[in-house]
């Protein structure tokens, strides 16, 4: 929309329980890179630690998204997992974003692996910033 609050238009759609999530936009201001969630289940599920742990697979997967003014969406990930939070970087030659896979035994979460991820938007080539043995437990916060 317009800084008046004038010309409101819509980017993206979602069905059933999709949702986009964490808006970063490109600095140049032509494309906003996002999180979707596609699962089975409501996203605030997650919330839930019992629907959490009986239903995991429900409430995945995240995707990173980026969508143009135009409302041309491409997906940048398209993992089982859960990818989100991008953050371009302020030349806008990549986004950065977190991924993560459940760990599991007998079905049930008992951790997390997670990745902070660099996607080239020139090449489509992803770079992880952190080794898998040396990751944070809880990678969650970031930026440029």
């Not at 140049?28 to 997650?46: K, M, N, P, Q």
């Not at 629907?51 to 429900?58: A, G, S």
């Not at 995240?62 to 409302?71: E, I, K």
Request: charged share 20%; glycine share 8%; net charge negative.
């Amino acid at each position: 929309m317009n800084v008046d609050g004038s010309q409101v238009q819509r980017l993206t759609t979602t069905s059933s329980w999709q949702s986009d999530h964490d808006p970063s936009w490109s600095p140049d201001g032509l494309t906003i890179a996002f999180s979707r969630f596609e699962g089975e289940r409501r996203w605030t599920d997650i919330a839930d630690v019992d629907i959490l742990l009986e239903h995991w697979q429900e409430l995945m997967p995240w995707n990173v998204y980026t969508v143009d003014l135009s409302g041309k969406v491409e997906a940048i990930t398209g993992g089982a997992g859960a990818a989100g939070l991008p953050v371009f970087a302020d030349d806008g030659s990549g986004i950065l974003y977190l991924y993560f896979e459940f760990m599991t035994a007998d079905d049930r979460i008992i951790g997390a692996d997670h990745q902070l991820l660099l996607f080239d938007v020139l090449s489509g080539d992803v770079q992880p910033l952190v080794p898998l043995p040396d990751h944070a437990p809880t990678l969650e916060y970031y930026d440029w």
